[in-house]
């Protein structure tokens, strides 16, 4: 059987979490790799388990986006959506099956079974939240999940043809940048782009959190457009992107061009982080990487929601007083 390589590749999220803390990069990336294997040790059996665990907040979002997706493939395919009770409906019934599974299955030795997905908060310890916190968090995904029935973007798909659509969360997107002479494959998952009948491109970011800052997802919109431009050949002004909260605002239009300047000096800082992370790692194309290269997060705020707490023990301690050190408000959901 040939083995898996390890192949340095990049996408912002990935880009975000080295700039967060280049240990937990680590971790995810390379720490549990070979985990699944039979003859792997211990620990690394036990870090590529916690690598499939995921938080309340990205879980929720994922099935509304997969939700989202399965209703735009239906828009292509000329077939009616379904009543959107129906919809929020299944949407809960598969959260609290997967609640369920995770919280009686955490035998902690192996990672969740295909299929089902493993929750970090059931791990215990400082992960644990109350059974009170998820209630309102499957009430919010339902809302996301019926914003997508409210959005501007449906009467839009449905007035459109069906060629037009150009993505649809169905793939993952591809594009090289050089740097230092490696060809670096730069992914992206492109929730929704299709052409409107005026010949623009619309390129729409499903967000199931609070509306953040104007420009807090400048960096992912515009390699998206740079992707369009270099892979589609599309015209950098015809392009024009935004997040639709669908929690929160999805009536609103809030699609803007990016120019190109904002291209250029995103594509800088995402090569220099690329060069950043390219200087930790031992050999990008075999994959070989050692811990002490990744340097830990000096703010303790990165390390609550961090599975690999308990393989980090150089990690940095939360101040005494309450208050202090705390993260930004997030969007995440």
């Not at 999220?13 to 967060?20: A, H, I, N």
């Not at 997802?217 to 369009?228: D, N, R």
């Given at each position: 059987m040939t083995r898996l390589v390890n192949t340095f590749s990049y996408s912002h999220s990935r880009g975000e979490l080295f700039r967060e803390c280049p240990r937990r990069y680590w971790f995810a990336?390379?720490?549990?790799?070979?985990?699944?294997?039979r003859s792997a040790d211990p620990v690394t059996r036990e870090i590529y388990r916690l690598t499939k665990l995921s938080n309340r907040y990205l879980w929720t979002g994922h099935h509304v986006h997969d939700r989202?997706?399965?209703?735009?493939?239906?828009?292509a395919n000329g077939q009616p959506l379904p009543p959107e009770g129906e919809e929020r409906t299944g949407l809960i019934d598969t959260l609290r099956r997967e609640y369920a599974h995770s919280k009686k299955d955490r035998s902690g030795h192996n990672p969740p079974r295909k299929g089902f997905w493993g929750l970090l908060e059931h791990e215990g310890?400082?992960?644990?939240?109350?059974?009170?916190?998820?209630?309102p968090l499957v009430a919010r995904a339902g809302e996301a999940l019926g914003g997508f029935y409210r959005s501007w973007v449906l009467p839009e798909?449905?007035?459109?043809?069906?060629?037009?659509?150009?993505?649809?969360?169905?793939?993952?997107?591809?594009?090289?940048?050089?740097?230092?002479?490696?060809?670096?494959?730069?992914?992206?998952?492109?929730?929704?782009?299709?052409?409107?009948?005026?010949?623009?491109?619309?390129?729409?970011?499903?967000?199931?959190?609070?509306?953040?800052?104007?420009?807090?997802?400048?960096?992912?919109?515009?390699?998206?457009?740079?992707?369009?431009g270099?892979?589609?050949?599309?015209?950098?002004?015809?392009?024009?992107?935004?997040?639709?909260?669908?929690?929160?605002?999805p009536e609103n239009v809030e699609l803007q061009s990016v120019s190109a300047e904002t291209v250029d000096s995103v594509l800088q800082e995402t090569v220099a982080t690329?060069?950043?992370?390219?200087?930790?790692?031992?050999?990008?194309?075999?994959g070989v990487a050692r811990k002490e290269r990744f340097p830990v997060t000096s703010r303790s705020f990165h390390c609550r929601d961090c599975p690999f707490r308990p393989f980090c023990p150089d990690r940095p301690r939360p101040p005494a007083s309450r208050g202090e050190d705390l993260p930004p408000e997030t969007s995440s959901f």
């Amino acid at each position: 059987m040939t083995r898996l390589v390890n192949t340095f590749s990049y996408s912002h999220s990935r880009g975000e979490l080295f700039r967060e803390c280049p240990r937990r990069y680590w971790f995810a990336r390379y720490g549990g790799w070979g985990g699944w294997e039979r003859s792997a040790d211990p620990v690394t059996r036990e870090i590529y388990r916690l690598t499939k665990l995921s938080n309340r907040y990205l879980w929720t979002g994922h099935h509304v986006h997969d939700r989202v997706e399965r209703l735009i493939a239906l828009i292509a395919n000329g077939q009616p959506l379904p009543p959107e009770g129906e919809e929020r409906t299944g949407l809960i019934d598969t959260l609290r099956r997967e609640y369920a599974h995770s919280k009686k299955d955490r035998s902690g030795h192996n990672p969740p079974r295909k299929g089902f997905w493993g929750l970090l908060e059931h791990e215990g310890r400082d992960f644990a939240v109350p059974d009170a916190d998820w209630k309102p968090l499957v009430a919010r995904a339902g809302e996301a999940l019926g914003g997508f029935y409210r959005s501007w973007v449906l009467p839009e798909l449905r007035e459109a043809d069906p060629a037009s659509i150009l993505d649809r969360d169905a793939e993952l997107r591809t594009a090289h940048l050089d740097v230092e002479g490696l060809e670096v494959p730069v992914h992206m998952k492109i929730d929704l782009a299709y052409r409107s009948p005026d010949g623009t491109v619309r390129v729409v970011d499903w967000k199931t959190g609070r509306p953040g800052s104007p420009d807090e997802h400048e960096g992912q919109l515009a390699l998206y457009a740079w992707y369009y431009g270099r892979e589609r050949g599309i015209p950098l002004d015809s392009i024009f992107l935004g997040p639709v909260y669908l929690a929160y605002r999805p009536e609103n239009v809030e699609l803007q061009s990016v120019s190109a300047e904002t291209v250029d000096s995103v594509l800088q800082e995402t090569v220099a982080t690329i060069r950043e992370i390219l200087s930790c790692i031992d050999d990008p194309i075999l994959g070989v990487a050692r811990k002490e290269r990744f340097p830990v997060t000096s703010r303790s705020f990165h390390c609550r929601d961090c599975p690999f707490r308990p393989f980090c023990p150089d990690r940095p301690r939360p101040p005494a007083s309450r208050g202090e050190d705390l993260p930004p408000e997030t969007s995440s959901f």
